[in-house]
């Protein structure tokens, strides 16, 4: 299976603050690369997908950047409503496997 | 607007076998090329994918649950179902139903997701 490390495991930032998440893959995943955004109580959502595509009608501050191996989320522009843990996913073969995740707050 | 609803029992005995289904509304289970998967998630914890059917019903599964994992389809019902068989307190965790959409070829992302069901194992 494909193993996808993520860090950090949790942050804190102000408002406004640029965030940023890395997701390592234990192969070549080319840009098959997929972020969720998770929020407490709720089901993960799709944020970002082929590493750097951002979800119609989700905002630009979330972009996503990376291939082969390494890949990075950004949120631009810190937001309350960003609190949520978000997630890598490698969608490159049959078996999809998650990244542990990475918990955003705001200090 | 296509909808994912999971239901189930609640609560399951160690050793017995958990079934949860998935009821989809707003679009045939058989049009399109989707793989109707489940993912599930332990308390506090992260997203572990489980299996999942094609809308033709061939099948994938988790190699760390495959000997205890079937997932099936029921276009008639427009559903389909989890069997987990064998479960542990390490089962006990929010089923999640979702949709695999192929959006480019070998290109796959989870696009819809059911709100989750827990289900405890517990005697």
């Known amino acids: 299976d494909i193993q996808m490390t993520q860090s950090p495991t949790s942050l804190s930032a102000s408002v406004g603050d640029r965030v940023t998440i890395t997701c390592q893959a234990s192969q070549d995943i080319r840009n098959h690369l997929n972020w969720y955004q998770q929020k407490p109580g709720e089901a993960p959502k799709l944020l970002i997908y082929g590493a750097s595509v951002l979800q119609s009608g989700d905002p630009s501050r979330f972009s996503g950047s990376g291939s082969g191996t390494n890949f990075t989320f950004t949120i631009s522009g810190l937001q309350p409503e960003d609190t949520a843990t978000y997630y890598c996913q490698q969608c490159d073969g049959l078996i999809p496997t998650f990244g542990g995740g990475t918990k955003v707050e705001i200090k | 607007q296509v909808q994912l609803q999971e239901s189930g029992p609640g609560v399951v005995k160690p050793s017995q076998t958990l079934s949860l289904t998935c009821s989809v509304s707003?679009?045939?289970?058989?049009?399109?090329?989707?793989?109707w998967s489940w993912i599930r998630q332990p308390a506090g914890k992260g997203l572990e994918w489980i299996g999942s059917?094609?809308?033709?019903?061939?099948?994938k599964y988790n190699p760390s649950l495959k000997t205890r994992v079937s997932v099936s389809l029921d276009a008639s019902q427009n559903q389909f179902s989890l069997k987990l068989s064998s479960v542990t307190a390490t089962d006990t965790a929010v089923y999640y139903c979702?949709?695999?959409?192929?959006?480019?070829?070998?290109?796959?992302?989870?696009?819809?997701w059911g709100r989750g069901t827990l289900v405890s194992v517990s005697s």
């Open positions: 707003g679009r045939s289970i058989n049009s399109g090329s989707y793989f």
């Open positions: 979702t949709r695999e959409t192929e959006w480019l070829p070998s290109n796959w992302y989870f696009d819809l």
């Open positions: 059917i094609y809308s033709s019903g061939s099948t």
